[in-house]
Nanobody, 123 residues
Framework: QVQLVESGGGLVQSGGSLRLSCTTS????????IGWFRQAPGTEREGVSC????????YYADSVKGRFTIARDNDKNTVYLQMNNLKPEDTAVYYC????????????????WGQGTQVTVSS
């Protein structure tokens, strides 16, 4: 089973920063649309930020615009989510996902998933 691996989660104070990483040894991420999703207890999984496979067009949820940045490093076969000015409401398990070809920033558009990394923001 193809596995994406997330890392970089942790506990941070409000206003702090974290950088999440997503990588795999199974395929070249540059050929896939990559999404970062998050899920807090009792809520549905939501799309936070996605990057296309074609021209690296990016999408951000309104709640993270101006604070989060998604970026590829093809040399490292890694996609990052830089999260700045974190808020307690950003607390969730963050998942990366990959889909060959075109995909919107919706969880049902993505086939490959990681196990998730916990992000906790204290007030």
């Amino acid at each position: 089973q193809v596995q994406l691996v997330e890392s970089g989660g942790g506990l941070v104070q409000s206003g702090g920063s974290l950088r999440l990483s997503c990588t795999t040894s199974e395929f070249t991420l540059g050929a896939y649309a990559i999404g970062w999703f998050r899920q807090a207890p009792g809520t549905e999984r939501e799309g936070v930020s996605c990057i296309s496979s074609t021209d690296n067009t990016t999408y951000y949820a309104d709640s993270v615009k101006g604070r989060f940045t998604i970026a590829r490093d093809n040399d490292k076969n890694t996609v990052y989510l830089q999260m700045n000015n974190l808020k307690p409401e950003d607390t969730a398990v963050y998942y990366c996902a990959a889909q060959e070809g075109l995909a919107m920033c919706r969880q049902y558009d993505y086939y490959y998933w990681g196990q998730g990394t916990q992000v906790t923001v204290s007030s």
